[in-house]
T-cell receptor
Framework: QKEVEQNSGPLSVPEGAIASLNCTYSDRGSQSFFWYRQYSGKSPELIMFIYSNGDKEDGRFTAQLNKASQYVSLLIRDSQPSDSATYLCAVNIGTGGYNKLIFGAGTRLAVHP | AAGVIQSPRHLIKEKRETATLKCYPIPRHDTVYWYQQGPGQDPQFLISFYEKMQSDKGSIPDRFSAQQFSDYHSELNMSSLELGDSALYFC?????????????FGPGTRLTVT
């Protein structure tokens, strides 16, 4: 079992809809959680991070964290075709505070007009 | 805003050759991380440096070595290259001393081993 699990998709949503991306992790000691967007052949781009239980909103993006359930999600409101990409969930595995990231396999999102 | 700089962006090498990848972190960032991403895979952590000292080590082959210099740039040295080393290599940086855990990725170096 991977330390960070994501549904590989593709997740297909119509333009203007809400896209919901989910991620579970195995290490209960994890404290920091990140969502990266990656276009094909490009580098991961940080779009959201969350450290506390609950919701965190930034523009069209909302990250949700439930540490008891070891679950983190990303909601994208008013999805646009330009949001079509692979979304990587990453969990900080910190030893002594040095914080390497463990990534999930990524969920491919396709937003169709 | 200044971003992470990586060079070269593309590199073609033959088997058993050596390669050196360079990474220049965001100004005032003190920590550098190296990741390898194979085709269709997620990024895999290789190694990290904090304040010029190795801070963590992941699935980095013994053929690879890395260091961080006094100006905080980092170099990943790869020897005896194998076909399986063909991948995207990303460098990321963060400011741990500044309490910032978020890692920002550079554009990557695409290494092709023939």
């Amino acid at each position: 079992q991977k330390e960070v699990e994501q549904n590989s998709g593709p997740l297909s949503v119509p333009e203007g809809a809400i896209a919901s991306l989910n991620c579970t992790y195995s290490d209960r000691g994890s404290q920091s959680f990140f969502w990266y967007r990656q276009y094909s052949g490009k580098s991961p781009e940080l779009i959201m991070f969350i450290y506390s239980n609950g919701d965190k909103e930034d523009g069209r993006f909302t990250a949700q964290l439930n540490k008891a359930s070891q679950y983190v999600s990303l909601l994208i409101r008013d999805s646009q075709p330009s949001d079509s990409a692979t979304y990587l969930c990453a969990v900080n595995i910190g030893t002594g505070g040095y914080n390497k990231l463990i990534f999930g396999a990524g969920t491919r999102l396709a937003v169709h007009p | 805003a200044a971003g992470v700089i990586q060079s070269p962006r593309h590199l073609i090498k033959e088997k058993r050759e050596t390669a050196t990848l360079k990474c220049y972190p965001i100004p005032r960032h003190d920590t550098v991380y190296w990741y390898q991403q194979g085709p269709g895979q997620d990024p895999q952590f290789l190694i990290s440096f904090y304040e010029k000292m190795q801070s963590d080590k992941g699935s980095i082959p013994d053929r690879f070595s890395a260091q961080q210099f006094s100006d905080y740039h980092s170099e990943l040295n790869m020897s005896s290259l194998e076909l399986g080393d063909s991948a995207l290599y990303f460098c990321a940086s963060s400011s741990l001393a500044g309490g910032l855990l978020e890692q920002y990725f550079g554009p990557g170096t695409r290494l092709t081993v023939t």
